[in-house]
């Protein structure tokens, strides 16, 4: 059972510089999320996906870029990176996730990624 | 907007002491509520949730009671482990999206 997996594990990048972080899951759910998290702060949510083709801003959008053409993957495009993005992203996914109702999220293992 | 409060760690207990993290959230409607737990170098796992108002939730001995009166969904356990040692998240289903709080971790000595 895979179940959410990201990619890659560790990363460290340049100001500056241009990624993407993957994320597949291999649950059909409809709902996929981004998350960030840093000391004393939680998770911030970052991006999310209600479906293929759909995708809608979170907390903290600003200098990620996410799309859906499938409803397996889910990647996090960091465009120009910066120090401030150092943190550990974590892509989640849930079979229902829309309105106020939301079956329970499934993480993936976290990306750590550093920008010096 | 909604938000999820919980206790500031970390939280320290001895082995079989009784452990309790509290949670309040607020929001718009009657979300549904979750505890989270995360082992080091791991990501969030689904502890237990709670549905509507007065609805339990509980898992491996971990238990906590939807609380619309006091918008509180506090975690319980009555005799803690070595093997529960872990960052504890308290979230709240708003509106697409599940909203966390900053997170407790919790150290238990022999």
């Known amino acids: 059972n895979a179940g959410v997996t990201q990619t890659p594990k560790f990363q460290v990048l340049k100001t500056g510089q241009s990624m993407t972080l993957q994320c597949a899951q291999d649950?059909?759910?409809?709902?996929m999320s981004w998350y960030r998290q840093d000391p004393g702060m939680g998770l911030r949510l970052i991006h999310y996906?209600?479906?293929?083709?759909?995708?809608d801003q979170g907390e903290v959008p600003n200098g990620y870029n996410v799309s859906r053409s499938t409803t397996e993957d889910f990647p996090l495009r960091l465009l120009s990176a910066a120090p401030s993005q150092t943190s550990v992203y974590f892509c989640?996914?849930?079979?229902?996730?829309?309105?106020?109702?939301?079956?329970?999220?499934?993480f993936g293992n976290g990306t750590r990624l550093t920008v010096t | 907007g909604n938000s999820v409060t919980q206790m500031e760690g970390p939280v320290t207990l001895s082995e079989e002491a009784f452990l309790t993290i509290n949670c309040t959230y607020t929001?718009?409607?009657?979300?549904?509520l979750f505890w989270y737990v995360q082992y080091p170098g791991e990501g969030l796992q689904l502890l237990l949730k709670?549905?509507?108002?007065?609805d339990k939730g509980s898992n491996k001995g971990f238990e906590a009671t939807y609380r619309k009166e006091t918008t509180s969904f506090h975690l319980e356990k009555g005799s803690v482990q070595v093997s529960d040692s872990a960052v504890y998240f308290c979230?709240?289903?708003?509106?697409?999206?599940?909203?966390f709080g900053a997170g407790t971790r919790l150290a238990v000595h022999p």
């Open positions: 989640a996914s849930s079979r229902t996730g829309t309105g106020e109702t939301h079956s329970p999220l499934h």
């Open positions: 649950m059909n759910h409809e709902y």
């Open positions: 996906s209600v479906g293929a083709g759909i995708t």
């Open positions: 929001a718009t409607g009657y979300p549904s």
């Open positions: 709670a549905t509507k108002a007065d």
């Open positions: 979230a709240s289903g708003g509106y697409n999206k599940l909203i």
